[in-house]
């Protein structure tokens, strides 16, 4: 080990296929890999607009530091988009993050010391894995069916040891795409209080949902303040503003303050205002409709294409929003294995093995529908699916039986 570097560097492993991905970025290469959302859909104009009217209205104010909360304004914009989703919350219970990435990070902060228990979805987002395996947290992945997360298997977690809290992303699940029904957003709320489980319930993709109805979150059920919710700017607006937000009670609010002073004393004020103006000014009810729309089209060009090709023995997530779907194959299959294949053959994905914090998962893949578009898809899913089955053919013709 190197002496020079701290304890926990020595868990903070790279993903293995890191460096592999660096690869998709290749303009050559169809990919179904990054979790990007389309560039070509971000509102360039208004945003334009909206940067103009705070330079000319704020001029040289636009620059200075602002307090760590984030600035009154958006936080209030954000409490009236809060109440639509269903989770009543004063201003002074949100929290504006430079990301829902820094949200991960804080909590974090604020919650884990090294050794803790935390329960996860399995398989789950693998860059919350990498926030809180930064604070050398122990994982313990909870049995997770279609319809997302089991309650029963949390509560009997709760109940043999100590954790400190749940990860759970309710809506469109990254990687799988999958959803927790309303029944087990109850239950979750009410495990929550009954065994003093914090909830951190990240939720980016609520907003892009294509198809069926709008549940409500796990927060809006939370009446003891178990539940913290956090969501972001990203998928709705744009990721390079790096912006989004907590909700929690003020007791833990106050924690998240003091921690995201001594990380970067708050969010970039130029850019809190500009999204705010561009909230205040614009239509961006419109532009997530424009999103979904776009999406939702891709999606179904996705599910078509796999349909089409794929070889028998695979299956896939059937997702009603978000960004990703979430392909099987046979037990036994492995998609690290065809990974150097469809590069060459230039598609690309992520192998599911790395969002499954106990290991396992090799026979998935994860796929992101919002980043080509239709036609790119069917050429990228007709590719990847000959991939798969020579793949097939060839452990077939080693193994016979
Ligand atoms: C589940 C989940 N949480 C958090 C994030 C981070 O979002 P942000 O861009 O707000 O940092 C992502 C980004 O893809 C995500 O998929």
Redesign the pocket.
Same mark, same amino acid.
């Given at each position: 080990m190197d002496t020079r570097f701290a304890n926990r560097m020595s868990v903070m492993k790279p993903s293995s296929i890191r460096e592999l991905l660096k690869m998709t970025d290749r303009p050559d290469i169809i990919s179904f890999a990054g979790?990007l959302p389309a560039p070509e859909l971000f509102p360039v104009e208004d945003i334009k607009l909206a940067a103009e009217r705070v330079l000319v209205e704020c001029g040289s104010k636009a620059f200075q530091y602002g307090i760590t909360e984030g600035i009154l304004p958006l936080r209030e914009q954000i409490s009236r988009d809060m109440k639509t989703r269903g989770i009543d919350c004063a201003k002074d219970e949100i929290l504006i993050t430079t @990301?829902?990435?820094?949200g991960?990070d804080l909590l974090g902060k604020i919650f884990l010391d090294p050794g803790d228990v935390i329960l996860t979805e399995n398989p789950t987002?693998l860059?919350?894995i990498q926030a809180f395996q930064c604070f050398q947290a122990n994982f313990c992945p909870v049995p997770t069916d279609d319809n997302g997360i089991i309650p029963e298997a949390v509560d009997d977690l709760a109940a043999k040891r100590k954790v400190r809290f749940l990860y759970v992303?309710s809506n469109f699940?990254?990687p799988t795409g999958r959803t927790l029904n309303l029944e087990r957003r109850k239950k979750l709320a009410e495990i929550a209080e009954r065994r003093n489980l914090v909830i951190i319930e990240?939720d980016?993709?609520g907003r892009l949902r294509y198809r069926g109805d709008h549940l409500p979150p796990i927060k809006s059920f939370d009446s003891s303040g178990h539940v913290v919710y956090?969501s972001?700017f990203?998928k709705t607006v744009a990721?390079g503003f790096?912006t @989004?937000w907590i909700v929690a009670s003020r007791d833990i609010l106050d924690k998240l303050v003091v921690a995201k002073q001594a990380a970067d004393l708050h969010t970039s004020s130029f850019d809190q205002l500009v999204l705010e103006r561009y909230l205040r000014d614009f239509d961006n009810h419109a532009h997530v409709e424009r999103v979904r729309k776009a999406y939702g089209e891709r999606y179904t060009v996705m599910d078509e294409s796999l349909e089409r090709h794929m070889p028998q023995g695979f299956s896939w997530t059937r997702p009603e929003g978000g960004m990703f779907l979430w392909v099987s194959g046979p037990h036994g299959f492995d998609t690290y294995a065809i990974f150097r294949k469809a590069i060459e053959n230039k598609v690309a994905f992520v192998p599911g093995a790395d969002f499954f914090p106990g290991g396992g998962g090799h026979n998935n893949m994860r796929l992101n529908f919002s980043n080509a578009d239709p036609a790119n898809i069917r050429t990228g899913i007709a590719r990847l699916a000959e991939i798969c089955s020579s793949a097939l053919t060839e452990e077939e013709a080693k193994d016979p039986a």
């Open positions: 979790g @990301g829902s990435q820094q991960l987002y860059a919350a992303i699940q990254n990240d980016p993709y956090l972001t990203s990721p790096r @989004g």
